[in-house]
């Protein structure tokens, strides 16, 4: 990620992250027990394999919530709110599309699970493999073509019935990689 360091460097975006930050999340570290997630490449699980001819171009861990909505008293997933660090630096907002949005340079993947492309967790958001719907910009996101949502912690939807119109936040973490057509 020395790319997007560089660019933050360059352009001193990241205050603007940290305005965003403090935002969008607040509240949800603290429901979440801290831990340590590896940013190096780890092996995924056969059924979320990004296709060959696909490169690795970031790895960042996410921290947030899962936002639900409840419709016909069941509880549905309405929008992902979080943010993605690179080490301790913000260089990224998740929300609904589901979209990354590079707050360094402004470039942007929207994609789509694949279906069938998912691993179960206990007590967790499945893990996933997206395939990119449409990308914005030249930055880090601009050429993304496939996004992987690894070692996910929570951001389950509450159990049982609900009122029709209410919302939850459920706090998760996750890791995301991001690659590009070799």
């Given at each position: 990620?020395?790319?997007?360091?560089?660019?933050?460097?360059?352009?001193?975006?990241?205050a603007?992250?940290?305005?965003?930050?403090?935002c969008s999340?607040?509240?949800?570290e603290a429901?979440?027990?801290?831990?340590?997630?590896s940013?190096?490449?780890t092996?995924?699980?056969?059924s979320i394999?990004?296709p060959?001819?696909n490169?690795l171009v970031?790895?960042?861990a996410a921290?947030g919530?899962?936002v639900?909505?409840?419709i016909?008293?069941?509880?549905?997933?309405?929008?992902?709110?979080?943010?993605?660090?690179?080490?301790?630096?913000?260089?990224?907002?998740?929300s609904?599309?589901?979209?990354w949005?590079?707050?360094?340079?402004?470039?942007?993947?929207n994609?789509a699970a694949?279906?069938?492309?998912?691993?179960?967790?206990?007590?967790?958001?499945?893990e996933?493999?997206l395939?990119a719907?449409a990308?914005?910009?030249?930055?880090v996101?601009?050429?993304?073509?496939?996004?992987?949502?690894l070692?996910?912690?929570?951001g389950?939807?509450?159990?049982?019935?609900?009122?029709?119109?209410?919302q939850?936040?459920s706090?998760?973490?996750?890791?995301y990689?991001f690659f590009v057509?070799e």
């Amino acid at each position: 990620m020395n790319r997007v360091k560089a660019i933050a460097a360059t352009l001193g975006g990241l205050a603007i992250a940290g305005a965003l930050t403090a935002c969008s999340t607040a509240g949800a570290e603290a429901t979440l027990p801290a831990r340590n997630i590896s940013l190096t490449t780890t092996a995924a699980p056969a059924s979320i394999d990004v296709p060959k001819g696909n490169k690795l171009v970031a790895t960042l861990a996410a921290r947030g919530v899962q936002v639900y909505q409840c419709i016909d008293k069941a509880w549905t997933l309405l929008e992902p709110d979080a943010t993605l660090k690179d080490g301790d630096e913000v260089v990224a907002l998740h929300s609904r599309g589901p979209i990354w949005v590079s707050t360094v340079d402004g470039s942007a993947v929207n994609a789509a699970a694949v279906p069938g492309a998912s691993v179960q967790r206990d007590g967790a958001v499945p893990e996933l493999l997206l395939k990119a719907a449409a990308t914005r910009g030249d930055g880090v996101f601009g050429k993304v073509t496939f996004v992987q949502r690894l070692d996910t912690l929570g951001g389950l939807a509450p159990a049982g019935t609900c009122l029709p119109g209410t919302q939850v936040s459920s706090p998760y973490e996750a890791k995301y990689t991001f690659f590009v057509a070799e």
